[in-house]
C-alpha cells in the first residue's frame, strides 16, 4: 500500500511538472489551496504516517504466502514485502450503553469476561463468545 501511494505521489508530482507550462506550474504550486497541492502534501502525510507503523505480517513476493514472524524461513523480513493495517476509528459507547451492558451482567449472573466481551463485540473487536 505504501508502494502504491508513493508511485501515485510520483505521478502527480510527474504530470503537474509536465502537463503545465513553466508560468502555470508556478501559478498551482504556488497556491497551497490548489487541489492538487492539497492532494501532494495529504499523500506526502499519509506515506510518513504508514511508514511509522509496524508491519503484521510479511508476503513472499514469490509463493504469495503471508508470514507472522520477523525471521521467515531462515531470510529476514527485509526479503519480503511488509503488510500494514490500519485501525477503524471508534466512537466511544454511551454512558447508557454501559449501563445496558452492566445491567445485563448483574441481571444474567455474567462473568467480568462476558462484559469484556460484549465490549469488544460492540466495537466490532475481538471475538464474542
Known amino acids: ?3 502504491a501511494m508513493k508511485q501515485t505521489l510520483k505521478a502527480l508530482e510527474r504530470s503537474v511538472a509536465t502537463c503545465f507550462d513553466q ?5 498551482v504550486m504556488s497556491q497551497p489551496d490548489h487541489f492538487i497541492n492539497q492532494a501532494i502534501t495529504s499523500l506526502r502525510k499519509a506515506i510518513a ?6 508491519p503484521v505480517a510479511w508476503m513472499s513476493e514469490d509463493e504469495f504466502i503471508v508470514y507472522t514472524s520477523k525471521q521467515v524461513d531462515g531470510y529476514f523480513q527485509h526479503d519480503h514485502i511488509p503488510l500494514y493495517t490500519h485501525p477503524q476509528p471508534r466512537k466511544p459507547l454511551t454512558d447508557e ?8 451482567m448483574v441481571k444474567g449472573n455474567k462473568s467480568v469476561n462476558w462484559l469484556a466481551r460484549a465490549i469488544e463485540a460492540a466495537h466490532g473487536i475481538g471475538v464474542d463468545k
Open 23 to 27: 508560468y502555470s506550474h508556478q501559478q
Open 49 to 54: 504516517e504508514a511508514e511509522k507503523q509496524e
Open 1 to 3: 500500500m505504501i508502494e
Open 97 to 104: 450503553q454501559i449501563d445496558d451492558l452492566a445491567r445485563t
